[in-house]
Structures are given as C-alpha cells and as structure tokens.
C-alpha cells in the first residue's frame, strides 16, 4: 500500500511537470524507480504520457502497477482477516473494486489524469488513516508499519539517487529551480523546504532533506528510526535469536544513517551512499522474511 501511494502520488506531481515542460520533459525516471523495464523499453515508453498513466495505474502485464499492487494486499489482507479490523478490510476492498473499474483506463486516455490520481490517492489515505484509528498496537501493526517504513526508506532513496543521476552527482551543478520544486513536491516535502531553508534551491539542502531531516516523515532516517521502533515491539523470549540478529542490523544502518553529513556524504559520494543505504534496507528485509515468515 505504501508503494502504490508513491507511484500515484509521483505520478500526479510528474504529469503536472510533464504539461509545464512539454520539450524536454520524460517519464523515464519514474519508470526506473517504479518498473522492471530494461533501459531502452523505458526510453520508448517514457515519451509517451498517456501510455506511461495506463502501464503504471492499470495494466494487468506490469507486476508494478496500482492494480497489481493493490490486488496483492487485498489477497494479503483476506489472509490474515482475523487480525486486521473490518473497517482497514473494507478500505482495502473499495479500494480494489475503484481501481478495478474499466471506466478507469477509459478516463486515463481520454480525461484529465489528475482527477483520476486525485481519487485513487485519496482511497490509499483513507486506507492509511482507517489503518492508524483502529489497530490496536500489538505483532499485527508492527508488523504494518515495519513494511511501511522500510518500503519507504527505500522509496526516497532511489527517488534521490535516480534524480541526482541526471546531474552525474553533481551538488554543486545548479539545477532549475522546477526541478527541485517537482522532486520536493512528488515526495510532499516542498512547504517543509520553503520552511527550513530560506535561501532557495540547492541540491545539497534537498539531499540533506531527504535523507537526514528526522522531523520529515518521508526522509530516509524518519523512516529508519520508525522502522527501529515498531521492531522493537517485536521482542519475546520465543523468538530472540532472529530478533536480535534483525535488531543488529537495524542499529547498524540507523547509526550510519544517523550521524551522517552531507559533507561527508559528498565526500564518500552520494551514489555509492545511497546504494550501500538501500543493500543494508533490502538485506533487512530478507532476513527479517527469513526468520518471520518463511517457516510459515
């Protein structure tokens, strides 16, 4: 559910940059942070917008696409029905019969995008809201959160290391300023922006931004420190082998992380920063599939 929030939401900020900057704009970027695509279907499909709308929100072939996606965490959410609310289960639903509807591929070609990403983003919300005011805090929310939270870590950082790969890592190489504008806006980290740096655009305040700001809940340490803490709540005498071994490698990458700079950052190199980020979030992920769910 997280995953389908960014992709709607990325899609929204992306056409509104692709009607503003009809030249030179591509949906190639968004295709590599969202799609298995190799490197030259994405350059084929990423001139196309209306096609690029139908592939990412509605098309059955893409394991990546809203309706692939939220198929899935219906089917998951049936399977554990007994320890999800009725309320989190109808919101799952509704959401699954709207992005079902075959008007939908009909209005993507033919209206205007936004209405219809307004209304998918808007039932992903009420899922998260619904999800927030009516589980209790027990194994079954932590667990919630912890995918939450680790899809997200990653999100930002592949969303900071696709975008700074346009400019060869450049963070002295100035950018439009549009360009910070649409990023900051994809990831609803604009006002914030305007809030914390008064002295306009500058790619080494995004990149502090997104991955260093523990008040932004889209930053990359927000997301870690959260996914540190609902683990914690996962602690019991039956399973402390696997817990600390997860709980090892969480500290690690939450103190990398952590004390962190973006002078050392840029010293190390962004790109090598943020690969080595997202191996240490994926490798968390197998294992704690590992030890929790594999013997099921």
């Given amino acids: 559910m997280e995953r389908a929030d960014g992709i709607l939401r990325m899609l929204k900020i992306n056409y509104a940059s692709s009607q503003d900057d009809v030249q030179e704009f591509s949906w190639k970027p968004v295709l590599k942070i969202f799609t298995f695509l190799k490197e030259e279907e994405a350059e084929q499909l990423g001139e196309n917008t209306r096609a690029v709308l139908q592939f990412m929100v509605t098309d059955k072939d893409n394991p990546n696409s809203v309706l692939n996606i939220v198929t899935q965490a219906r089917e998951n959410g ?8 009725k309320e989190m289960w109808q919101c799952l639903n509704d959401f699954y019969h ?8 009909t209005l993507l070609q033919k209206d205007d995008p936004i209405t219809v990403l307004d209304s998918l983003i808007k039932q992903g919300i009420l899922y998260f809201g619904t999800t927030d005011v009516t589980m209790s805090r027990g ?3 932590a667990f919630i959160s912890i995918g939450k939270f680790l899809e997200r870590a990653i999100q930002s950082a592949d969303i900071l290391d696709i975008k700074f790969s346009d400019m060869n890592y450049e963070l002295e190489k100035p950018a439009d300023t549009t360009y910070w504008k649409y990023l900051l806006m994809s990831i609803s980290g604009y006002e914030l922006y305007l809030k914390t740096y008064r002295s306009g655009f500058d790619a080494k305040n995004v990149m502090e931004q997104i ?3 523990e008040t932004f809940p889209r930053s990359v340490i927000y997301s870690i420190n959260h996914l540190h803490q609902y683990f914690e709540r996962l602690k019991s005498e039956k399973n402390i082998a696997a817990y600390n071994e997860v709980n090892f490698m969480v500290g690690k990458i939450q103190s990398k992380v952590k004390f962190s700079t ?3 950052i840029i010293h190390q190199g962004l790109h090598q920063y943020l690969t080595e980020t997202k191996a240490s979030l994926f490798e968390i992920g197998n294992t704690l599939n590992k030890n929790y769910f594999a013997h099921s």
């Fill in 139 to 141: 194994e079954g929310n």
């Fill in 78 to 85: 049936r399977s554990v029905q007994d320890h999800i609310t």
């Fill in 262 to 264: 973006p002078a050392g």
């Fill in 98 to 105: 709207t992005i079902r509807q075959e008007k939908l591929v």
């Fill in 211 to 213: 991955l260093l700001n």
